[in-house]
């Protein structure tokens, strides 16, 4: 019925930038939190950054914090995710996710919970 369409990876030497786009459609409603976990080669999934409705709240893993920052359009059902110093190590499929928000905010840290719906990842590889 949701519908996440991640856009804008790629393939960017270390140091480079990225902004990765999520468009959502279908039967979308007015108030949810979106965000965006990843998954590199031998890893496990992983959280990297969650918004809310209104884009005050906004959550950080520790590997993003003071690289990316995250922001939405509401206007537009769709989610950001720019990426700056990229590394090596953020070489991942990454996924975008929405479901309904919650005051405990801890749960935007694990895969389940909240995030009802994934989008199928954009591949992002960054080059040493």
């Known amino acids: 019925q949701v519908q996440l369409v991640e856009s804008g990876g790629g393939l960017v030497q270390a140091g480079g930038s990225l902004t990765l786009s999520c468009a959502a459609s279908g039967r979308t409603f007015s108030r949810y939190a979106m965000g965006w976990f990843r998954q590199a080669p031998g890893k496990e999934r992983e959280f990297v950054s969650a918004i809310t409705w209104s884009g005050t709240n906004i959550y950080y893993a520790d590997s993003a914090k003071g690289r990316f920052t995250i922001s939405r359009d509401n206007a537009k059902d769709t989610v950001y995710l720019q990426m700056n110093s990229l590394k090596f190590e953020d070489t991942a499929v990454y996924y975008c996710?929405?479901?309904?928000?919650?005051?405990?905010?801890?749960?935007?840290?694990?895969?389940?919970?909240?995030?009802?719906?994934w989008g199928q990842g954009t591949q992002v590889t960054v080059t040493s």
């Open positions: 996710v929405a479901g309904r928000q919650t005051p405990d905010y801890y749960v935007y840290y694990r895969q389940e919970g909240p995030w009802e719906h």
